[in-house]
């Protein structure tokens, strides 16, 4: 069947961090199989994710208006129709992507979904009976769909861009390149993801002592830039990007950095999928649950202290309260941190 196949549409719309798990697989996809063409299917905004990589095309939908609602969905499909696709990957398997994934079945192409394997995962989150050993990781799981689709795809020696040029406008803010560069990504979607303040500000102060350092601080929305700014206060070699850069121009920077600090957040899997050495500080969530950033090792991913708290992981995504857990990241010591991150300088 694969034989037959040559274009294959990709679906995967958001989250940020999951749109850009999907970016190391297609990279891999397409240089084990350059006579095959991918047109990922995603919000526009994700875009520059996939710019430059060879046989991959984009396609932005219109959520607000063109493929908004049931019959913004038959008119996607019409859209999608002209492309002249073989086959649909669906890694994100929700209701929008099932219906366009069926209507193609219909047509006779051969379609493939993720299996985000919620059993396994709530096994491992769950208080009774919890069953604590690693899941298999999101990217296996994308593999697993191309591997239905007829296509092996080898994740083990990956290739990753080149570090992508300083335009003028970044290097304004930047400057030129002199010292280690750090990138900082202190938040998260949810708070029991988010390492405690006063300790983010320690690892901030301690890694800026060493004037070999310079510290990006990154974020978004006018809540996170305060905060950032009082990280940065009175630190000449402490920058907060938030709200200064595109964010093509983001991506750039992140792609010069030498290791990025991170929450299990997006940041996490932007760095990675650009070859950046990553360090993520895990709260309620647990690298176990198959959210580890594309090659990165477990002991880059500090975890919170499962002996004082035992329930942990409580959640595979953060989004899950449990009483009396919320001081659990205090138990990752802001000397580990700051040396992890010194480790990989």
């Not at 919000?43 to 396609?59: A, E, L, M, S, T």
């Not at 913004?72 to 129709?81: A, F, M, P, S, T």
């Not at 060493?210 to 206060?233: M, P, V, Y």
Request: glycine letters at 6%; one cysteine or more; a positive charge.
């Amino acid at each position: 069947m694969s034989k037959k196949i040559k274009h294959i549409l990709v679906f995967r719309l958001s989250a940020m961090g999951d749109v850009a798990m999907t970016v190391p697989v297609l990279r891999a996809f397409v240089s084990q199989h350059p006579e095959v063409k991918i047109t990922v299917v995603s919000r526009p905004f994700f875009k520059p994710f996939f710019d430059g990589i060879q046989n991959v095309n984009f396609f932005g939908i219109d959520l607000k208006e063109r493929h908004k609602g049931f019959f913004g969905l038959l008119r996607l499909y019409k859209d999608l129709k002209q492309l002249k696709i073989d086959a649909v990957a669906d890694l994100h398997n929700v209701l929008r992507s099932k219906i366009i994934r069926n209507l193609f079945a219909l047509s006779g192409k051969k379609t493939a979904f993720v299996d985000k394997g919620r059993a396994e995962k709530k096994a491992l989150t769950r208080a009774e009976n919890k069953i604590f050993k690693p899941v298999s990781s999101m990217f296996e799981r994308h593999k697993k769909v191309f591997q239905e689709l007829g296509f092996d795809i080898s994740l083990n020696n990956p290739e990753f861009p080149p570090k992508a040029n300083l335009t003028l406008e970044i290097l304004k803010i930047t400057g030129e390149k002199t010292q280690n560069w750090i990138g900082i990504a202190p938040f998260a979607q949810y708070d029991c993801k988010v390492y405690p303040q006063d300790l983010m500000q320690e690892v901030i102060d301690k890694l800026a002592e060493n004037t070999n350092n310079k510290i990006f601080l990154f974020g978004g929305g006018n809540k996170e830039i305060e905060i950032l700014n009082q990280f940065a206060s009175g630190k000449e070699n402490v920058l907060t990007i938030a709200g200064k850069l595109k964010f093509e121009e983001e991506l750039r920077l992140i792609s010069n950095l030498d290791v990025m600090l991170s929450m299990d957040s997006g940041n996490s899997h932007i760095a990675a999928m650009l070859g950046i050495k990553v360090v993520t500080l895990w709260g309620a969530t647990h690298p176990y649950a198959g959210f580890l950033a594309f090659n990165q090792t477990m002991d880059a991913a500090l975890v919170s202290d499962r002996e004082k708290y035992p329930l942990l992981p409580t959640s595979v995504y953060g989004n899950k309260k449990v009483e009396g857990y919320e001081d659990a990241m205090r138990s990752i010591s802001v000397e580990s941190v700051v040396e992890k991150v010194m480790q990989y300088l």
